[in-house]
């Protein structure tokens, strides 16, 4: 009787996102746990997690981790022939991206990796995701799940949502009660007076910290200013215009209450956030949001107007840009970089921003457009184009989500600089990110389920795009890495 001959797939037809350049060549290296792992002295510790992640061993050089000069930041070249597997790189990063190939190889076919040369390196250098974790609390485990998934498709930014309307989650000395009142939100659909919420510990977001950088992840924390700050007024009547009462909110939306610009205090309080969210967290970003501020509260408050009359605004539109370069300042004064809202540009024709500030678009691309216009690196997450992963896959009450509809053949066709632009503002754009807001995810498998394979697919697109046909050809892959990686995921139409 004729065996049935096991027929190697291709590695070209394996890897996702599609690498820049890809040869597939006869034969396969088996992977083993008696592989050995080595590595030149810059790579010894991703050779470490190269051990842990393959289940292998280090010693000889079966699979080797080689450093050569002259290559870019996140670049990499990998061979796999039938008898050893090289990685080369100039950076950690890049060899990073290699041990990503190696690993979605041996995940989808059985540790048996097709011989192949891959060479290959990013088109964007900003390639992240955004977890609201106000909203709904996700657990420490889940944000390390995603993080190694996104990094495993070539994701490298992380937009941590820790303060909000509903919640405020970041432990900050001297503040007792950003943790007794602001953390909690009482939950009005029961009349037994529950609590939903906490803060992440400091332990936690250090946990996280270490994570995301040994899967070669930025975390950006975001602190709202100066509008969805309902959980902080409730701690802190005295940072509002009408000193109060305040809740912690429990239902969803924009309100009216919001910083009072007029209030030292309110600044003297940011101040220490600041330097202590800078040094909790120790990469070079801190977005410090500027979204959906409604200034109804300022045109009445005596101390606002006073503010503006000192300042020679002649707007409240210019009240919220001249607080958001004294936020901005503080965000400097730790030597790191700030990040906003596209709504951080209202009210800046006159005064201008801080030449540094960096603007996501996220009310369609013409935030993007205009801030890159007047000199500002751009983030493009617009939720016209699909980078609200919140909303639904399909304009249909079957499918769970908020909002709009944002579907995968939006996602397959995104790009982060659309036709619109010219060629210089180009230029200004770092990237792009796919957000994902919590109103409506009750658990980390809904959060899933939103999540993927939309990301996998805007991942491509950051990585090295596509044809929208093409990738959504690869769809079905992508549910097979889902299937493999233990993620729930959407298996419906692309629109
Ligand atoms: C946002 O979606 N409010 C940034
Ligand atoms: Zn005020």
Same mark, same amino acid.
């Not at 080797?64 to 080369?88: A, C």
């Given at each position: 009787?004729?065996?049935?001959?096991?027929?190697?797939?291709?590695?070209?037809?394996?890897?996702?996102?599609?690498?820049?350049?890809?040869?597939?060549?006869?034969?396969?290296?088996?992977?083993?746990?008696?592989?050995?792992?080595?590595?030149?002295?810059?790579?010894?510790?991703?050779?470490?997690?190269?051990?842990?992640?393959?289940?292998?061993?280090?010693?000889?050089?079966?699979?080797?981790?080689?450093?050569?000069?002259?290559?870019?930041?996140?670049?990499?070249?990998?061979?796999?022939?039938?008898?050893?597997?090289?990685?080369?790189?100039?950076?950690?990063?890049?060899?990073?991206?290699?041990?990503?190939? /190696?690993?979605?190889?041996?995940?989808?076919?059985?540790? /048996?990796?097709?011989?192949?040369?891959?060479?290959?390196?990013?088109?964007?250098?900003?390639?992240?995701?955004?977890?609201?974790?106000?909203?709904?609390?996700?657990?420490? $485990?889940?944000?390390?799940?995603?993080?190694?998934?996104?990094?495993?498709?070539?994701?490298?930014?992380?937009?941590?949502?820790?303060? $909000?309307?509903?919640?405020?989650?970041?432990?900050?000395?001297?503040?007792?009660?950003?943790?007794?009142?602001?953390?909690?939100?009482?939950?009005?659909?029961?009349?037994?007076?529950?609590?939903?919420?906490?803060?992440?510990?400091?332990?936690? /977001?250090?946990?996280?910290?270490?994570?995301? %950088?040994?899967?070669?992840?930025?975390?950006?924390?975001?602190?709202?200013?100066?509008? %969805?700050?309902?959980?902080?007024?409730?701690?802190?009547?005295?940072?509002?215009?009408?000193?109060?009462?305040?809740?912690?909110?429990?239902?969803?939306?924009?309100?009216?209450?919001?910083?009072?610009?007029?209030?030292?205090?309110?600044?003297?309080?940011? $101040?220490?956030?600041?330097?202590?969210?800078?040094?909790?967290?120790?990469?070079?970003?801190?977005?410090?949001?500027?979204?959906?501020?409604? +200034?109804?509260?300022?045109?009445?408050?005596?101390?606002?107007?006073?503010?503006?009359?000192?300042?020679?605004?002649?707007?409240?539109?210019?009240?919220?840009?001249?607080?958001?370069?004294? /936020?901005?300042?503080?965000? %400097?004064?730790?030597?790191?970089?700030?990040?906003?809202?596209?709504?951080?540009?209202?009210?800046?024709?006159?005064?201008?921003?801080?030449?540094?500030? @960096?603007?996501?678009?996220?009310?369609?691309?013409?935030?993007?457009?205009?801030?890159?216009?007047?000199?500002?690196?751009?983030?493009?997450?617009?939720?016209?184009?699909?980078?609200?992963?919140?909303?639904?896959?399909?304009?249909?009450?079957?499918?769970?989500?908020?909002?709009?509809?944002?579907?995968?053949? +939006?996602?397959?066709?995104?790009?982060?600089?659309?036709?619109?632009? $010219?060629?210089?503002?180009?230029?200004?754009?770092?990237?792009?990110?796919?957000?994902?807001?919590?109103?409506?995810?009750?658990?980390?498998?809904?959060?899933?389920?939103?999540?993927?394979?939309?990301?996998?697919?805007?991942?491509?697109?950051?990585?090295?795009?596509?044809?929208?046909?093409?990738?959504?050809?690869?769809?079905?892959?992508? @549910?097979?890495?889902?299937?493999?990686?233990?993620?729930?995921?959407?298996?419906?139409?692309?629109?």
């Amino acid at each position: 009787m004729a065996m049935k001959t096991h027929q190697t797939p291709k590695a070209s037809d394996l890897l996702f996102p599609v690498p820049l350049s890809i040869e597939d060549r006869e034969g396969a290296y088996r992977l083993h746990h008696t592989t050995t792992i080595a590595a030149s002295p810059p790579f010894e510790a991703l050779a470490d997690t190269a051990a842990q992640l393959l289940g292998c061993k280090r010693g000889g050089e079966d699979l080797l981790f080689k450093h050569q000069e002259g290559f870019g930041d996140e670049e990499y070249r990998l061979t796999i022939s039938k008898v050893q597997v090289v990685v080369t790189a100039s950076s950690e990063r890049g060899a990073f991206y290699g041990l990503g190939a /190696i690993r979605k190889l041996a995940l989808l076919n059985d540790n /048996i990796l097709p011989a192949c040369t891959v060479a290959d390196k990013p088109a964007f250098q900003w390639r992240g995701f955004m977890l609201d974790c106000v909203r709904h609390f996700f657990s420490v $485990d889940f944000i390390k799940k995603l993080i190694d998934t996104a990094s495993l498709f070539g994701l490298n930014r992380f937009h941590w949502h820790l303060t $909000d309307d509903q919640g405020w989650r970041i432990p900050i000395d001297g503040w007792p009660e950003l943790e007794t009142v602001a953390s909690k939100r009482r939950e009005l659909q029961y009349e037994d007076g529950r609590t939903y919420g906490r803060m992440y510990t400091k332990e936690e /977001i250090a946990e996280v910290q270490a994570f995301a %950088h040994s899967r070669q992840m930025l975390v950006i924390p975001e602190v709202e200013t100066p509008g %969805h700050v309902s959980a902080l007024l409730a701690a802190y009547p005295e940072f509002g215009c009408s000193g109060g009462p305040y809740e912690v909110q429990d239902r969803w939306g924009i309100f009216s209450e919001v910083l009072c610009a007029g209030n030292d205090d309110m600044l003297a309080f940011f $101040d220490d956030v600041i330097t202590q969210v800078a040094s909790l967290f120790t990469d070079p970003y801190i977005h410090i949001g500027g979204d959906e501020c409604p +200034q109804t509260e300022w045109e009445q408050c005596p101390k606002c107007q006073a503010r503006m009359r000192s300042e020679g605004l002649k707007a409240e539109r210019e009240l919220q840009s001249w607080l958001t370069s004294r /936020i901005s300042a503080m965000v %400097h004064a730790h030597g790191k970089r700030p990040i906003g809202w596209d709504e951080v540009l209202d009210g800046t024709e006159e005064m201008g921003l801080p030449s540094d500030l @960096i603007v996501q678009s996220w009310q369609g691309v013409r935030g993007g457009i205009e801030a890159a216009k007047r000199g500002h690196q751009v983030v493009m997450s617009p939720n016209t184009e699909g980078c609200y992963l919140d909303y639904r896959h399909l304009d249909s009450e079957e499918e769970m989500g908020n909002l709009g509809v944002s579907t995968l053949r +939006q996602l397959a066709s995104f790009t982060p600089t659309p036709p619109e632009m $010219d060629e210089h503002s180009r230029t200004m754009v770092l990237g792009a990110q796919a957000n994902l807001w919590s109103e409506r995810v009750l658990s980390s498998r809904q959060a899933e389920y939103l999540l993927f394979p939309r990301l996998q697919l805007l991942a491509q697109q950051l990585w090295n795009p596509q044809e929208g046909e093409k990738n959504l050809e690869k769809v079905e892959l992508l @549910i097979r890495y889902c299937e493999k990686l233990d993620l729930a995921c959407y298996r419906g139409r692309a629109e």
